[in-house]
């Protein structure tokens, strides 16, 4: 899921992008007030030689941004993808915290059945303490279930201690996908505007050759 380190522009990239659509422009200006001798010094068939030399290499700088542009469109991609991971990975987490706050609240219930139970056994053995002393047998069997009820209860007591702990790990992975779901779908949205960015310029550019072209065509045809 590692993404390259250079989909942003660097100031060099930027600043000769900018002179690209700058030199157009220029080129533009001169031609809309018949500058043609003061561009490149030269008349004719010569300036429309070196005018069209110069919009190929515009040209070709284009198809460099346009690259650069599927790059970026390219992460923007796989960001979309990385997020869509995170997202049902965050629901799985809030369904199995889900299943862990009903297995516990039903292991909660059972426990304070069973110490009723064991409450209602114990009251049982105080109102029949009479008939316990004269019976040792009957006694020893009470004692015994009453041993059997204290050993479950204490391994329900575990189990849930084992369900919280487990619940708490859940909890704390759902925050620690929450924070990355974050930091993903922010990453997303400043590779969007670079995008944007991007895009836009290479629309003015786009627009600016067709306008160049459309002058080279009526010089040529004058």
């Keep these: 899921d590692d993404l ?8 060099t990239e930027r600043s000769k992008n900018d002179e690209i659509v700058d030199n157009i422009a220029e080129c533009l200006d001169r031609m809309a007030i018949g500058d043609w001798p003061t561009l490149h010094g030269t008349r004719g ?45 965050l629901a799985t987490q809030k369904n199995n915290c889900v299943r862990l706050e009903l297995d516990l609240e039903t292991q909660k219930e059972i426990c304070d059945k069973l110490e009723a139970n064991l409450k209602a056994q114990k009251e049982c053995v105080t109102k029949t303490e009479a008939d316990l002393k004269a019976s040792e047998e009957r006694c020893t069997s009470l004692t015994k279930l009453r041993n059997s009820l204290d050993s479950r209860c204490t391994g329900l007591k575990k189990n849930i201690d084992e369900q919280k702990c487990k619940f708490e790990t859940s909890q704390k992975k759902l925050a620690e996908t929450e924070t990355e779901l974050y930091d993903m779908t922010k990453a997303l949205a400043e590779e969007k505007a670079r995008t944007n960015k991007i895009q836009r310029k290479n629309n003015q550019l786009n627009a600016k050759i067709n306008s160049l072209k459309s002058h080279i065509s009526m010089s040529q045809n004058s």
Excluded at 6 to 11: G, M, V
Excluded at 60 to 78: V, W
Aim: aromatic share 2%; hydrophobic share 30%.
């Design 45 to 89: 068939g010569d300036f429309r030689a070196s005018l069209l030399e110069r919009v190929e290499g515009l040209q070709a700088e284009l198809s460099h941004l346009s690259g650069r542009n599927m790059e970026l469109e390219q992460a923007r991609s796989e960001l979309t993808g990385r997020c869509g991971r995170l997202e049902i990975n």
């Design 4 to 11: 390259p380190d250079n989909l942003e522009p660097d100031s």
